[in-house]
């Protein structure tokens, strides 16, 4: 049997005019359904130059500064945003690497510095900088990292600190010193490459799962903090890439590169690690290519999210 609802617990619907989509019929709850609600502003349509330009360019006119941009994912998204005509500040430990890129492709709007991420007093100094010579920073990726595999009962103190140095507190110090920036202008974009390691276990890498799940909740609680301020907080979680350090493993498990690419594409059920569903290791760009769209205005309702670019092998456990 059905209880009619009485006047006083009845919804009610008032026209209201909504920015962007014109008068609106919105329900009204009377207590003790009503709750308060906090008033957003409508989003800006983008604006000409700043996103959604044809021809590629949705990324003219801002600048990004890219971590550990001197080979495999940190390159791959130095040309990823380059390429959709963001001016890029390339960072790594050894600038060599990044300036080997083909800079001139972009009409100099590739910068290469060096810089130690787990060096706190030397990144606020490369960001004051930047921000004073080439302009406020609209995009930051997080990209360096590093890997020390080892089971637990061999890993040592140094290990296990030097890996949540770069991967974990690299990622505070450049997080914290570009954010603080990006809400005080009321926009901006931050991205990190974390690992699908972070959700799953993974035998002979604790440390590096641990500080990659320590970056990607980081990136989360940092997303809340500064949503309202206009500033969105994204991770992109890679699986197997063919980068230097997906190689340094199969070297270290005394393989070569193609049996190594097998036992990851197959999978293995002794380390109870499933393969790739898709049948494809995956390249840089691959993951560059996600980066690009979380910080495009595309993506611009998208924060506090953690994308798995992984070919579905960790079947999003």
């Given at each position: 049997?059905?209880?009619k609802?009485?006047p ?10 909504i920015?962007?989509?014109g008068a609106?019929f ?5 207590p ?5 609600v906090?008033?957003?502003p409508?989003?800006a349509?983008?604006s000409h ?21 001197g080979r ?5 998204v130095?040309?990823?945003l380059?390429g959709q005509?963001?001016r890029?500040?390339?960072t790594d430990l050894a600038?060599?690497g990044v300036?080997?890129s ?6 100099g709007?590739?910068?290469?510095r060096t810089l130690d ?5 030397a990144?606020?100094?490369l960001?004051a ?13 997080n990209?360096a990292g ?12 140094e290990?296990?600190?030097?890996t ?10 450049v ?6 920036r990006?809400?005080e202008r009321g926009?901006?974009?931050i ?8 959700g ?10 641990a ?6 909740m ?8 500064v ?9 992109v979680?890679?699986?197997?890439t063919?980068t230097?350090?997906q ?6 498990g005394?393989?070569d ?6 036992g990851v594409?197959?999978g293995?059920l ?16 691959d993951?560059?290519?996600?980066v690009?769209?979380l910080v495009?205005?595309r993506?611009r309702?998208?924060?506090m ?5 992984d070919g579905?092998a960790?079947l999003r456990?």
């Amino acid at each position: 049997m059905h209880r009619k609802s009485s006047p006083e617990q009845r919804p009610t619907r008032t026209q209201t005019e909504i920015p962007g989509h014109g008068a609106q019929f919105v329900p009204s709850l009377p207590p003790p359904y009503a709750s308060p609600v906090r008033r957003v502003p409508a989003p800006a349509p983008p604006s000409h130059g700043r996103g959604q330009v044809s021809g590629g360019q949705e990324l003219t006119g801002r600048l990004a500064l890219v971590t550990g941009a001197g080979r495999g994912i940190g390159e791959a998204v130095v040309h990823a945003l380059a390429g959709q005509g963001a001016r890029v500040l390339a960072t790594d430990l050894a600038v060599e690497g990044v300036t080997t890129s083909p800079a001139g492709t972009y009409d100099g709007r590739l910068t290469a510095r060096t810089l130690d991420v787990t060096d706190a007093t030397a990144v606020e100094a490369l960001v004051a900088e930047t921000e004073n010579t080439l302009g406020p920073l609209d995009i930051t990726v997080n990209v360096a990292g590093i890997l020390r595999s080892s089971r637990v009962a061999e890993l040592t103190d140094e290990d296990w600190a030097a890996t949540f140095a770069v991967n974990t507190d690299g990622v505070f110090h450049v997080s914290r010193a570009v954010s603080r920036r990006m809400a005080e202008r009321g926009g901006g974009s931050i991205v990190t490459v974390a690992s699908n390691a972070a959700g799953i276990p993974r035998s002979g890498m604790a440390a590096y799962a641990a500080s990659k799940a320590a970056a990607v909740m980081f990136t989360k609680c940092l997303g809340l903090e500064v949503a309202g301020r206009g500033v969105r907080c994204n991770t992109v979680s890679p699986g197997s890439t063919l980068t230097d350090m997906q190689r340094a493993m199969w070297s270290a498990g005394g393989g070569d590169e193609e049996a190594g690419a097998r036992g990851v594409l197959e999978g293995d059920l002794a380390g109870f690690r499933t393969g790739i569903p898709l049948g494809r290791i995956a390249d840089p760009s691959d993951i560059a290519d996600a980066v690009a769209f979380l910080v495009s205005d595309r993506a611009r309702h998208i924060t506090m999210h953690d994308l798995y670019v992984d070919g579905g092998a960790t079947l999003r456990a």
